[in-house]
């Protein structure tokens, strides 16, 4: 069974940094679509960024590529999100999304929660204050 384990939020200044992890397990790591998804109250869901762990470019929302940077660390199954400059417009609950079993990264834009069998954490709180 797919888990996402999220961590990593909090409270900070605007102009302050953050960085988000999340951990996989019950998947193959490496052919699977994962992202960084988030909603602030009386909002819909916004896609942050999604890649394909198996390699290739990573889809990031434009008003977010020039602050926020996805990466993972295959070893430990954890996909991160550091998140710089941050403003008060990011405040949200931010959430880890995945979906396995993916062989090409054609499948792995932000669009891919759109789907089924998409596994979601339980998410993060990101508060910044101005």
């Known amino acids: 069974q797919v888990q996402l384990v999220e961590s990593g939020g909090g409270s900070v200044k605007a102009g302050g940094s953050l960085r988000l992890s999340c951990v996989a397990s019950g998947l193959t790591y490496s052919t699977a679509c994962m992202g960084w998804f988030r909603q602030a109250p009386g909002k819909e869901r916004e896609g942050v960024a999604a890649?394909?762990?198996?390699?290739?470019?990573?889809d990031y929302a434009d008003a977010m590529k020039d602050r926020f940077t996805v990466s993972q660390d295959d070893s430990k199954r954890t996909l991160y999100l550091q998140m710089n400059s941050l403003k008060p417009e990011d405040t949200a609950m931010y959430y880890c999304?995945?979906?396995?079993?993916?062989?090409?990264?054609?499948?792995?834009?932000?669009?891919?929660?759109?789907?089924?069998?998409?596994?979601w954490g339980q998410g993060t709180q990101v508060t910044v204050a101005s």
């Open positions: 890649l394909f762990t198996g390699g290739g470019s990573i």
């Open positions: 999304a995945a979906l396995s079993r993916v062989y090409s990264a054609s499948w792995c834009d932000r669009q891919f929660v759109d789907g089924r069998h998409v596994k």
